[in-house]
Structure formats: structure tokens, C-alpha cells
Nanobody, 116 residues
Framework: QVQLVESGGGLAQPGGSLRLSCAAS????????MGWYRQAPGKQRDLVAR???????DYRDSVKGRFTISRDNAKNTVYLQMNSLKPEDTAVYYC??????????WGQGTQVTVSS
């Protein structure tokens, strides 16, 4: 059974940085894509960034140039480096794993709060 464990959330000031990590276990090696989604109170869960098994990346417009997604296949871990944080980045961030045959898994979520 696939498990995703997120870490690295917390409180940051506007303009600050945080790095999220998501470690996957029980995976079939390196054929999956991974991504980060976020959900603010009262809003839908939206894609933030994703990275394919061949390291092709995709970002939502509002985070381009500020966030960077990367993966370490040896550790089955995906990272989200978040720089120049804004209050509107405040949300619960969820890690996602997607196999090419359509099966998907979610982490438990980690809170990111950007406030002075």
C-alpha cells in the first residue's frame, strides 16, 4: 500500500521561504508522477505544481518563478521549494502520487501559513 508522508509546513513571513517534502513508500519504482495541491478554507483543492516520471514540470501561474518542484527518485521523495511567499499562499498543502494507469494517492496534508 502506498503511503505519502509530508513534512516542512509551518509559519512564514511574507517574502519568506519554506520547503515541503513528501516521502513515498510502497511505490512501484519511478513510473509515477507526483504533485502538490493546496486547499484554502472554503475553496477547492487546486494544483500547485507537478512533476512527471521523466521530470517534466508544470506550475499554476500564480506560483511560477517562486516555487520549484523537484524529486529524488532514490529516496522516492518530492520537494516543493517555496520562495517569496505571499499571504495568499496560505493553505493546506497535499502531496499527490499518480500512476500512469490512473490510480492516485494523497498525503495527509501540511499547513502552510504566511503571515506577519
Amino acid at each position: 500500500q502506498v503511503q505519502l508522508v509530508e513534512s516542512g509546513g509551518g509559519l512564514a513571513q511574507p517574502g519568506g521561504s519554506l520547503r515541503l517534502s513528501c516521502a513515498a513508500s510502497g511505490v512501484i519504482a519511478n513510473i509515477y508522477g507526483m504533485g502538490w495541491y493546496r486547499q484554502a478554507p472554503g475553496k477547492q483543492r487546486d494544483l500547485v505544481a507537478r512533476i512527471s516520471s521523466s521530470d517534466i514540470t508544470d506550475y499554476r501561474d500564480s506560483v511560477k518563478g517562486r516555487f520549484t518542484i523537484s524529486r529524488d527518485n532514490a529516496k522516492n521523495t518530492v520537494y516543493l521549494q517555496m520562495n517569496s511567499l505571499k499571504p495568499e499562499d496560505t493553505a493546506v498543502y497535499y502531496c499527490n502520487l499518480l500512476y500512469p494507469f490512473g490510480v492516485t494517492y494523497w498525503g495527509q496534508g501540511t499547513q502552510v501559513t504566511v503571515s506577519s
